[in-house]
């Protein structure tokens, strides 16, 4: 009996399937080459092409995260359903200008043998950069000098590096040194079910204490072009540690954990819009310090925390108040980090009032100006 041929539907073709691997690349997935090629055998195993059994193959294989799997909905329709329409989207539906939607070589060939380091990139205005090359662009560009056409790729971007280095931080953390004594007792029962050889030993020791971070960000006026994505930078590692506690603070503190404990960044996010925090105010750095020291410090200060500033140190109070507020915090904690956005300027130095009354206190004193810079937190930590 002769076997059916396969009729492949041209909307997707294999050169078509290569393309909106590099369209989701692009813009937010972290999907390589080996996913590309994974992709493209997925969609010929599938057989006749259908529209919804092409769309779960294709995020099975292309997605890594439950925030890639939720993006992954909105690129595809955006994809089909606007970029690759020769007369414009379908009535009621619209391409979102904040995608990238710029096609690669249509040539299958090249789009497979491409490595994940080179480019595709377009002359003129507006230069689209695209892959591995573009990441490491944005990860160098300051924060507050990022174009309105990189913003989108710029937050996809952080978001993804920032979960990645906080989960493996969350993993380091867990890892523990076996005590010094074994438990016998404990060992003895374990063995029965192995005939009595001690298979697995139990060990005695004091039960390790958990590790906390306090983020305290500055969200007055001369922070405003940082202050966002450092929002994003304590959402990822909120995620993912759960003894973090954020805070923001201008001339009052406000406590924004309980903000960020939600699943998805945009909802957080809405949540903060509706919250009277006082962004882009004054900066009382001291006299906020000294409010976090009052209403929180007994509870969250203590030889396993490492607290964390996020400011540019332009601080309106005075100076022997902050100086007095951090003696305060460092005489109790792990570690106190300051991590100041203009150290990213070439001629800076940290000659301001409030800047030279908190470096005698500081431990790590770093830039933050850009995401190469926050993801450098790592070896601090």
């Not at 937010?28 to 994974?38: D, E, K, R």
């Not at 995260?65 to 994809?79: A, M, P, T, V």
């Not at 174009?147 to 953390?173: G, P, T, V, Y």
């Not at 954990?257 to 919250?275: D, V």
Request: aromatic share 8%; glycine share 6%; net charge positive.
């Amino acid at each position: 009996m002769e076997a059916t041929t396969r009729h492949e539907d041209p909307a997707y073709s294999t050169a078509a399937i290569i393309e909106f691997c590099h369209f989701a690349r692009t813009n937010g997935l972290s999907a390589g080459v080996q996913q590309t090629l994974s992709a493209v055998e997925a969609s010929a195993a599938i057989g006749v092409a259908d529209r919804q059994a092409i769309a779960c193959a294709l995020r099975a294989v292309l997605t890594s995260s439950k925030e890639e799997w939720d993006l992954f909905d909105r690129l595809f329709e955006i994809f089909w359903n606007g970029a690759r329409s020769e007369t414009g989207p379908p009535s009621g539906e619209t391409s979102d200008a904040r995608f990238s939607v710029n096609k690669p070589n249509p040539s299958s060939r090249a789009l497979m043998t491409r490595s994940s380091g080179e480019t595709s990139s377009t002359d003129g205005e507006g230069k689209a950069v695209s892959g591995a090359s573009a990441q490491q662009r944005l990860q160098k560009v300051d924060l507050s000098e990022a174009s309105h056409n990189d913003l989108f790729a710029l937050e996809q971007i952080c978001l993804r590096l920032f979960r990645k280095m906080a989960l493996r931080l969350s993993r380091r953390l867990k890892i523990r040194n076996f005590a010094d004594r074994v438990d016998m007792r404990r060992t003895i029962r374990r063995s029965v079910p192995h005939g009595g050889d001690p298979v697995v030993l139990a060990f005695q020791g004091r039960k390790p204490r958990k590790h906390r971070l306090v983020i305290f960000l500055d969200i007055s006026g001369s922070m405003n072009s940082y202050s966002l994505f450092l929002v994003r930078f304590a959402y990822a590692l909120q995620k993912y540690f759960q003894q973090t506690h954020t805070f923001l603070f201008s001339t009052d503190v406000v406590e924004i954990t309980g903000m960020l404990r939600t699943r998805q960044l945009p909802e957080a996010l809405r949540k903060l819009s509706q919250c009277a925090t006082g962004w882009a105010g004054g900066t009382k750095i001291g006299e906020s310090l000294r409010s976090f020291n009052r209403q929180y410090g007994r509870k969250l200060i203590s030889r396993n925390t490492t607290f964390i500033i996020l400011s540019d140190g332009w601080d309106t109070g005075e100076p022997a108040t902050l100086a007095a507020e951090l003696c305060i915090i460092s005489r109790r904690i792990a570690k106190l980090i300051w991590l100041n956005p203009l150290m990213g300027l070439k001629d800076y130095k940290p000659i301001t009032r409030g800047m030279s009354a908190a470096l005698p206190y500081v431990d790590v004193f770093a830039a933050a100006h850009n995401l190469e810079s926050l993801l450098a937190l790592e070896r601090y930590l």
